[in-house]
């Protein structure tokens, strides 16, 4: 086993700059598509009713209640000229209960927040329906002071978006985006077992009083390892130099994206029981992999994907268990026994993908 | 020391060898001879327990090796028929983990790699990378991963594919040395008749996934004592000529190529007369005409209809 770490370490040394690559790959779609996390996007809030002060400061409040965006009061005229010369994405023109989004093109940051002010004038048309049928205008304080004390906190901060002032979709675009690069280089790591397969390499090994299972565990812990390595790296650049917001419980990410990283290992292991040649894994794996992402939903608001044939397909993944984990983590405090199920659920799909695979690996010898 | 006895494997149902028997005693060099896609390298897979035979036995020593590859295992060296290194890694290195994976260790394993360097003739570029190697440079890393854990057994698969003459001689001589100073026994396959001619004591002539004739040098010749082989050179090419020259009495087989003739018939016939006779008859001038002793090849050609490379 060391044998085999000691080669695959020895010819990413001869290439530092692939791993360098990847780290920056991380940070770069982060920045990009995540449109820098500190600043939060700005979104003008305007309207022009007869009372326009009065609404605009009602929304204003409950707009903002989430990092990733700033929701401003400015004059209809302004916002429209902002948007229209490109100076912000988005304007939100609002009612007393309803709203329309001003835009100038199809941004990724529009869909994000239009998403967000659909769910909060969504819960207030609640509030109102809930406060008439009652007619008790203290509906929502007494809402309130019960979600408060709820017997289950996460889901009850789920249920009220004043519960979750935390959550930040760049921070969750931020994870989605190391794991994506992630699941890029582990799978280019086991591609070398592949490799090594079609080179004769292998079987030098086969042929030598080296094990089987030696073999096999030399290149998923080195793939493991050097993986973590790079998801480190970036975690701590973003944390500590970029301050980004990574949450405080750093150990317990890295705990969940340990489990997330010998997950996919094992389906990259699985993959490659089905192909013959480096060529064939490198024409499937990343046609597969940004796909994983898209059904485990890690690029759009919790909750946007309620199809159920999705939802199951993205639960066979690990990366759904492992966003779940995190964003529960990062922003509602969660512990090690809150991530159990979802650090159990990654090792189940770990170890049923790694046994699948390795049987159809040891089967194309013969 | 080794034996296999009607060995045979199919891919598929498609078989690929058919009741291969052959052996090979202790210090011999032994010659596995065949055009592409004979056999040999899945022959050579199933000795060194690489892949299992759909029927038959190997035998290391009297017992049957096919269910418990360990022993004939370690007294094997391989070299494959593709490259089987890192390309990325320099020499060194790569024999570094090649011999580490064989559980040799620190001093010892420095040892073997400068002994495998030197054989081979590549102490001076053991830091060089690989993939900065000429072909023949890398076909000589991969003889010598082979020998790191001192194998009293090497085969070889077509080592000397692709490559100048130049390193290619160094190979054979390299092979050569091993054999006769070493005392390795030698099995090495090859498609190029001159390389297993001068190389090897005994071969086997292998085609269709079956060894068709085997034996030494002279006796595979001797086939042909009934036979001569004569070389035309013609001024042009004629198909009717070829087809009449190939009813001659005693003419067993004709090869066209260019303006060459090559005519294998029965010992003591007159063909000259006969083929000077139908050349006129043609318009055609024989610039060229000699009796050849025979060789491999045309043993080959002899037995199968076809030449090596085909
Ligand atoms: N793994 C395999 N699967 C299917 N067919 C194979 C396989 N390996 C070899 N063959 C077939 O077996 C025959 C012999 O191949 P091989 O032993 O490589 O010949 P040689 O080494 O003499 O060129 C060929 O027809 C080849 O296509
Ligand atoms: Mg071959």
New binding site residues.
């Given amino acids: 086993m060391k044998s085999v770490m000691w080669a695959q370490l020895m010819k990413d040394k001869r290439n530092p700059l692939f791993i360098l690559l990847f780290i920056a790959a991380s940070i770069v779609a982060t920045i990009l598509f995540a449109g820098g996390i500190q600043t939060p996007t700005m979104v003008a809030v305007f309207s022009e009713e007869e009372n326009a002060p009065e609404i605009e400061e009602k929304w204003h409040e409950l707009l903002n209640v989430d990092s990733s965006f700033q929701f401003e009061i400015v004059t209809p005229e302004k916002a429209r000229e902002d948007v229209m010369n490109g100076v912000i994405d988005v304007a939100v023109n609002v009612t007393e209960t309803d709203y329309q989004i001003v835009i100038a093109s199809e941004l990724p940051t529009v869909s994000f927040v239009q998403q967000h002010v659909e769910k909060v004038f969504q819960r207030e048309a609640q509030f109102r329906a809930l406060e008439e049928a009652k007619g008790d205008k203290n509906v929502r304080s007494k809402m309130n002071s019960y979600l408060k004390n709820a017997p289950i906190q996460i889901e009850a901060k789920g249920l009220d978006g004043e519960g979750l002032p935390n959550f930040n979709l760049g921070t969750q675009l931020l994870f989605a985006f190391v794991f994506l690069v992630a699941m890029f280089m582990l799978g280019l790591k086991v591609n070398n077992v592949t490799n090594d397969k079609v080179s004769g390499v292998w079987n030098r090994m086969i042929l030598s009083p080296i094990r089987k299972t030696g073999m096999y565990s030399g290149y998923i812990l080195y793939t493991f390892l050097i993986t973590m390595f790079q998801v480190i790296v970036v975690l701590i650049l973003f944390k500590y130099v970029m301050n980004y917001e990574v949450g405080d419980n750093l150990g317990l990410i890295l705990l969940i994206a340990s489990f997330f990283v010998f997950s996919m290992i094992s389906i990259a292991m699985l993959i490659t029981g089905f192909v013959k040649t480096p060529e064939q894994f490198y024409s499937i794996y990343p046609s597969v992999i940004p796909l994983i992402p898209l059904v485990s939903g890690a690029y759009m608001m919790p909750g946007t994907i309620s199809n159920p044939v999705l939802m199951f397909i993205a639960d066979l993944f690990p990366m759904s268990h492992a966003m779940d984990a995190i964003m529960s983590v990062v922003f509602y405090d969660a512990g090690l026994r809150d991530v159990m199920m979802s650090l159990l659920l990654m090792l189940l799909i770990g170890v049923i993908a790694m046994g699948l695979g390795i049987n159809l690996i040891e089967r194309r010898n013969q | 020391m080794l034996e296999t006895i009607k060995l045979s494997?199919s891919?598929?149902g498609?078989k690929?060898?058919q009741d291969v028997n052959l052996y090979l005693d202790s210090g011999e060099s032994v010659g596995l001879l065949?055009?592409?896609?004979?056999?040999?390298?899945?022959?050579?897979?199933m000795i060194s327990s690489l892949?299992k035979p759909t029927a038959g036995e190997i035998k290391l020593n009297g017992v049957n090796i096919i269910n418990n590859p360990e022993q004939i295992r370690r007294i094997l060296g391989v070299v494959p028929?593709e490259l089987a290194l890192y390309e990325a890694l320099s020499a060194y290195e790569n024999l570094k983990f090649f011999g580490s994976i064989y559980k040799i260790r620190g001093n010892e394993l420095d040892k073997s790699i400068q002994r495998a360097l030197e054989i081979v003739g590549l102490q001076d570029r053991q830091k060089d990378l690989v993939k900065t190697f000429s072909g023949g440079m890398k076909r000589r890393v991969n003889i010598a991963a082979a020998l790191l854990h001192h194998p009293k057994i090497l085969i070889l698969?077509?080592p000397t594919v692709g490559i100048d003459p130049q390193s290619r001689n160094h190979i054979l001589e390299t092979v050569r040395m091993l054999n006769k100073n070493e005392g390795t026994t030698v099995m090495y396959?090859s498609?190029y008749m001159e390389e297993v001619e001068q190389l090897c004591d005994r071969l086997y002539i292998?085609d269709h996934?079956e060894i068709i004739a085997s034996g030494t040098k002279g006796e595979l010749l001797s086939i042909l004592s009934t036979e001569d082989t004569i070389k035309v050179q013609l001024s042009k090419m004629d198909d009717r000529f070829v087809t009449q020259v190939k009813s001659i009495e005693g003419v067993r087989k004709v090869e066209a190529a260019n303006t060459n003739l090559k005519i294998i018939a029965k010992k003591g016939i007159n063909l000259v007369s006969e083929l000077v006779y139908l050349s006129e008859q043609h318009h055609i001038q024989l610039i060229n005409f000699h009796t050849e002793n025979p060789s491999l090849e045309d043993v080959f050609l002899h037995l199968t209809g076809r030449t090596l490379r085909d």
């Fill in positions: 494997k891919f598929k498609k690929a060898v065949g055009p592409n896609g004979a056999g040999k390298s899945t022959t050579i897979s892949i028929q698969d077509e396959t498609h292998m996934g």
